[in-house]
């Protein structure tokens, strides 16, 4: 089986997406929805003794800035969808048109849906199909979701997506493997379970969205189905569009700024991110600073509550890795990062300068009000009896409430970053459960309740 049956696909864990290197089987290499990064789609090629020759986008993505231009100051050829009318230079393809990769073929196939010019890549040797990167079409189990672009055209593209699966994707051979790009973690996505790759025939039998007994049936089943989003979903795409700036030489390192000049462009209006563990950032932070802890999910959150137009300045431990933080600012385009506190909240402290701090209770002995900071799904599938929810996207620009409160989502992450939105708006009496509703019942041997 030549090698471009099998990619190599590099896994993004906190956005849950999936790129793809293919071995092209003559030293070159393609590269399948590529993140801004560029360095590890160039290791991984080192790695095989390949050149990175071409980078295909199978659509506008609205989840991360793009790396296909950083491939294309490294060499590479960008393919891409003609409709998608990109910014910068590239190959653009319509419906049925192939590119020739030097022994292998690439074939674009038009797959309106979740987004309107969106394309899936067929990859064929002498005319037989090896595999497919169907971007946000067919996913494991689901199908992306069809509402970025506007309320007004969420059912349109909801049954263009339902032509596109029976009249593109589901003809293809049923042993074709798909290679999809939103997965597991990615809210571009429809739910879906662990696995990020499957066949045609598999989904077949097996996703439930396919089994819709039509149209109409397909696109309730889809929207009803759909959560929120990040709002940064909403500019992304343009940014892709026109084009992200290219760092080359690879991304700046944060600059080190002493207390007394964070406190001078936080007063300027720059937003404080002390990105260290919840314990660390219960011990002491600087009043009004936001706590995401540094994780997989770090841009998702950043994305999700930072204002991108806004400066960014970061509390780090010592340990914490500074390239890891700008890595995945840039990966949801947040370009104005003004530095970091140089010393950490202890330089802050020495300084004479304040902290705050934010009690934590494990969630076996929470008491009083809490309130869920989970997605809505999470929430539903079950919750302590008598909590109150807010999804934590939702609290920015929450006035003040009464305490005391308990903050609790499923681990403590998130529920520490909702503590910090509502410190910074003035609540006083505020705690943070470590742990989630799962920890409670074990404990106390009470059930929790399910539905909103």
């Known amino acids: 089986?030549?090698?471009?049956?099998?990619?190599?696909?590099?896994?993004?864990?906190?956005?849950?997406?999936?790129?793809?290197?293919?071995?092209?089987?003559d030293g070159r290499a393609l590269v399948v929805d590529p993140e801004r990064?560029?360095?590890?789609?160039?290791?991984?090629?080192?790695?095989?003794?390949?050149t990175v020759a071409y980078a295909a986008e199978t659509h506008l993505h609205a989840d991360f800035v793009s790396g296909s231009r950083e491939l294309a100051a490294q060499g590479a050829q960008v393919?891409?969808?003609?409709?998608?009318?990109t910014g910068f230079p590239h190959r653009g393809l319509g419906d049925g048109e192939e590119a020739d990769l030097g022994g292998l073929t690439l074939r674009a196939l038009a797959t309106p849906g979740h987004?309107?010019?969106?394309?899936?890549?067929?990859?064929?040797?002498?005319?037989?199909?090896?595999?497919?990167?169907?971007?946000?079409?067919?996913?494991?189990?689901?199908?992306?979701?069809t509402d970025l672009i506007g309320p007004e055209r969420t059912g349109?593209?909801?049954?263009?997506?339902?032509?596109?699966?029976?009249?593109?994707?589901?003809?293809?051979?049923?042993?074709?493997p798909v290679f999809p790009t939103h997965g597991a973690g990615s809210f571009c996505s429809a739910p879906a379970g662990a696995e990020r790759t499957t066949t045609i025939g598999r989904e077949k039998t097996e996703n439930p969205l396919l089994a819709a007994p039509g149209e109409d049936a397909f696109v309730k089943m889809l929207l009803d189905g759909l959560g929120s989003y990040p709002p940064y979903f909403l500019r992304l795409r343009e940014v892709n569009r026109r084009g992200p700036a290219v760092y080359g030489a690879g991304p700046p390192a944060l600059a080190r700024l002493v207390a007394g000049e964070v406190r001078r462009v936080a007063g300027d209006g720059a937003l404080i991110v002390d990105v260290r563990p919840v314990a660390a950032f219960a011990a002491g932070h600087v009043p009004g600073s936001l706590s995401i802890p540094l994780r997989d999910q770090f841009a998702t959150w950043l994305g999700w509550l930072a204002d991108a137009g806004q400066p960014l300045v970061f509390v780090l431990g010592q340990d914490q890795d500074r390239g890891d933080v700008v890595r995945q600012a840039l990966n949801v385009g947040y370009e104005h990062l003004a530095g970091e506190l140089a010393g950490g909240i202890a330089a802050?402290?020495?300084?004479?300068?304040?902290?705050?701090?934010?009690?934590?209770?494990?969630?076996?002995?929470?008491?009083?009000?809490?309130?869920?900071?989970?997605?809505?799904?999470?929430?539903?599938?079950?919750?302590?009896?008598?909590a109150r929810h807010a999804e934590l996207g939702t609290l920015a620009g929450t006035p003040p409430a009464p305490g005391p409160l308990t903050l609790m989502c499923g681990h403590g992450e998130r529920a520490m970053?909702?503590?910090?939105?509502?410190?910074?708006?003035?609540?006083?009496?505020?705690?943070?459960?470590?742990?989630?509703?799962?920890?409670?019942?074990?404990?106390?041997g009470r059930s929790l309740l399910t539905g909103r």
């Open 1 to 25: 089986m030549p090698a471009a049956a099998h990619p190599v696909a590099l896994v993004d864990e906190g956005l849950g997406n999936s790129s793809y290197l293919v071995d092209l089987g």
């Open 37 to 50: 990064d560029p360095g590890p789609y160039l290791a991984a090629a080192r790695r095989r003794g390949l």
């Open 79 to 85: 393919l891409a969808a003609a409709a998608g009318r």
């Open 115 to 145: 987004t309107p010019e969106h394309l899936a890549y067929l990859i064929l040797d002498a005319g037989r199909p090896l595999a497919l990167f169907s971007g946000g079409s067919l996913l494991v189990g689901a199908v992306a979701r």
């Open 156 to 176: 349109e593209l909801a049954r263009a997506l339902w032509r596109s699966l029976h009249e593109q994707i589901l003809t293809l051979p049923d042993d074709l």
């Open 348 to 386: 802050w402290q020495a300084a004479g300068l304040p902290v705050r701090r934010i009690p934590l209770v494990p969630a076996a002995a929470v008491t009083g009000m809490v309130v869920d900071v989970r997605q809505d799904a999470e929430f539903a599938a079950g919750h302590l009896p008598g």
């Open 417 to 444: 970053t909702a503590a910090s939105i509502l410190a910074a708006a003035g609540c006083e009496d505020l705690a943070v459960a470590v742990g989630g509703p799962a920890d409670w019942a074990a404990a106390s």
